[in-house]
């Protein structure tokens, strides 16, 4: 595995899907000795979770819960 020039490298795939690092993942690096570690960000923001926060107070029908799970399963 290569470093590009622009100081790019590709994480193969069975260690992303290993540790979870979905595109976007914020991830940290650490240098211990001679070694570089990557791991994923701690207390970073969940996949998902700028599109609930922009989805937040968009509703525009005011249903109960058990209004909603009723419309869902055609009760």
Same mark, same amino acid.
Do not use: C, H, W
């Given at each position: 595995?290569?470093?590009?020039?622009?100081?790019?490298?590709?994480?193969?795939?069975?260690?992303?899907?290993?540790? !979870?690092?979905?595109?976007?993942?914020?991830?940290?690096?650490?240098?211990? !000795?001679?070694?570089?570690?990557?791991?994923?960000?701690?207390?970073?923001?969940?996949? !998902?979770?700028?599109?609930?926060?922009?989805?937040?107070?968009?509703?525009?029908?005011?249903?109960?819960?058990?209004?909603?799970?009723?419309?869902?399963?055609?009760?």
């Amino acid at each position: 595995m290569k470093i590009t020039a622009k100081g790019q490298v590709t994480v193969p795939q069975d260690i992303r899907r290993r540790l !979870g690092l979905m595109p976007n993942t914020e991830v940290e690096f650490s240098v211990s !000795g001679d070694r570089a570690y990557l791991r994923k960000a701690v207390g970073k923001a969940r996949r !998902g979770d700028a599109l609930i926060a922009r989805m937040r107070g968009r509703a525009t029908v005011r249903m109960s819960t058990d209004e909603i799970m009723a419309l869902t399963r055609a009760e």
